[in-house]
């Protein structure tokens, strides 16, 4: 909790769970759900391969800069952790 976090900016050719506004943002992980199944995996191959799931919160500034949202908002995505950069690397 409290870590900072970069989602990966990809462009799968198939549906995805992370949306288009998040993908090469910075957010902040404010809650672990566990693991669940990880969605893209299964649509494709059918194998259930288990994936971290976070909730994370993104500032308005930082998805779509200072003049569409007020500073008073937030934004929570749940992510699961094959979005997320490697922080190694």
Not at 2 to 17: C, E, I, L, Q, Y
Request: hydrophobic share 35%; aromatic share 10%.
């Amino acid at each position: 909790m409290g870590d900072t976090v970069n989602v990966a900016k990809f462009h799968p050719s198939s549906h995805t769970r992370a949306p288009r506004y998040i993908r090469g943002k910075k957010g902040v992980v404010v809650k672990h759900h566990g693991t669940h199944i990880f969605p893209d995996e299964h649509a494709i191959s059918g194998i259930k391969i288990p994936a971290h799931l976070y909730n994370i919160r993104f500032e308005p500034v930082e998805l779509w800069g200072n003049s569409r949202i007020g500073t008073n908002s937030v934004l929570f995505v749940d992510v699961f952790e094959p979005y997320l950069e490697d922080p190694g690397g």
